[in-house]
């Protein structure tokens, strides 16, 4: 099976600052997918950014970025320009593309945006 | 578009009782999957229903069962309840074919938190 772990239980970053919440995960699969999600106090979970293990590129969305290693099976979110909002719970995700269809998560990062 | 949406958003029950969670899925998805999210876990799958059969299942017990309806919706059921089924119950709706070859993005509920005393 696969294992996802996210080593930073917490993490904490100022407003407009960047701060990367670490991922990395265990499998013998050459296609997956890998996800961020964020979980805010009212609990229902938001997918924040995608990464197809076949595409080389990075994905991106707006603020949010990723790097993607793919041998050294490490997926890291780096957030940009903090904002308030972005406080919450960050799981990182799993879920295999040929054999699988359910999402295997990390235990999370809770993530403290202070002014 | 109505998003997911799950009742109750809280429940008390004792040990050895039995629960039903509800799931209604996002507008267009014939795809339901639920977790468990133990406090300070990450969420955990439970099973996944498609067009009402069972479409897999992860490491639970048989006394958690569900149901998928002609609308999508879903219920989840466990029975004889421990202390440990302490926890909150998100729901995921997506649509999909059989097989998991193809991504689709799943969407989640607001979760029902389930206390077991």
């Known amino acids: 099976a696969q294992t996802v772990t996210q080593s930073q239980p917490e993490m904490s970053v100022q407003e407009a600052e960047t701060v990367t919440l670490s991922c990395t995960y265990d499998t013998s699969e050459s296609d997956y997918y890998l996800f961020w999600y964020k979980q805010p106090p009212s609990r229902q979970m938001i997918l924040v950014i995608r990464q197809e293990a076949y595409k080389q590129q990075n994905a991106t969305e707006n603020r949010f970025s990723v790097n993607f290693q793919k041998a050294a099976k490490s997926f890291s979110l780096k957030i940009s320009d903090s904002q308030l909002g972005d406080a919450a719970m960050y799981f990182c995700?799993?879920?295999?593309?040929?054999?699988?269809?359910?999402?295997?998560f990390g235990k999370g990062t809770s993530l403290l945006v202070t002014p | 578009e109505t998003g997911v949406t799950q009742s109750p958003t809280h429940l008390i029950k004792t040990r050895g009782q039995q629960v039903t969670l509800r799931c209604s899925s996002q507008s267009g998805h014939n795809t339901v999957s639920w977790y468990q999210q133990a406090l300070g876990q990450g969420p955990q799958f439970i099973f996944q229903?498609?067009?009402?059969?069972?479409?897999g299942r992860g490491n639970f017990p048989p006394r958690f069962s569900g149901l998928q309806f002609p609308n999508y919706s879903s219920e989840l059921n466990v029975n004889a309840l421990e202390l440990d089924d302490s926890a909150l119950y998100l729901c995921?709706?997506?649509?999909?074919?059989?097989?998991?070859?193809?991504?689709?993005?799943?969407?989640f509920g607001p979760g029902t938190r389930l206390t077991v005393l």
């Open positions: 995700a799993y879920r295999s593309a040929n054999s699988g269809y359910a999402l295997n």
């Open positions: 995921a709706s997506s649509s999909g074919t059989r097989g998991w070859g193809t991504y689709n993005e799943q969407f």
């Open positions: 229903y498609y067009r009402e059969e069972e479409n």
